[in-house]
Structure formats: structure tokens, C-alpha cells
């Protein structure tokens, strides 16, 4: 198992990169990068912005983008997965009538 903020913070360091410079040139907020590096991506917007901020920070860094966002979405999305999906006729047990 890879563990991404370590590996994300690990890339920075040795690039010898602040988190001000590296928001610079990636144009994510210090705060993101923050969240990222400390895996607590809860802290990220929603949704596919969370697979995308990782992505570019990745590739700012020159590591695998597709092998971290692969393992982020192992860990972290499993769970949303499994929800149940109901459609509306599972609600409502009919349809709607068009008039």
C-alpha cells in the first residue's frame, strides 16, 4: 500500500519546495495541499474535485498520478460505492402518470 501524503510530502522535499511555491505553480490553495499531504481529504471539495486536485499534485511532482489517484479511490471511495442505488420507482412503487 502506498501512502499518498507521505509520498506527496516526501516528492516536495526533495524537490526542496515550500507548500507556498508549490501552490504557486500548481494553483491549488495552501490549504489543499495541506489536506492532501495529510490525508485528509475530507477536507477537499467533493467529488471528482478530490481525484483532480490529487492528479495535478502528483504530476506537479513528477510521481504516478494514475497509481496515487488508483490507490486514493481503493481507500477512500470504496465505502461510497456500496451505497444501495434506488430509483424513483423503488421509492415511490410506481410510476408517475403523464398528463
Known amino acids: 500500500m502506498i501512502e499518498i501524503g507521505a509520498t506527496l510530502t516526501q516528492a516536495r ?3 526542496r ?6 501552490a504557486k505553480a500548481t494553483r491549488l490553495r495552501e490549504h489543499y495541499l495541506h489536506a492532501l499531504e495529510g490525508n485528509r481529504f475530507d477536507e477537499l471539495p467533493p467529488g471528482s474535485y478530490r481525484r483532480a486536485f490529487l492528479r495535478t499534485y502528483a504530476t506537479f511532482l513528477a510521481l504516478d498520478p494514475d497509481l496515487l489517484v488508483d490507490e486514493y479511490v481503493a481507500r477512500y471511495e470504496r465505502d461510497r460505492d456500496k451505497s444501495p442505488r434506488t430509483s424513483p420507482l423503488t421509492l415511490t412503487g410506481r410510476r408517475r402518470s403523464r398528463r
Open 13 to 15: 522535499l526533495r524537490r
Open 17 to 22: 519546495l515550500g507548500i507556498a511555491e508549490a
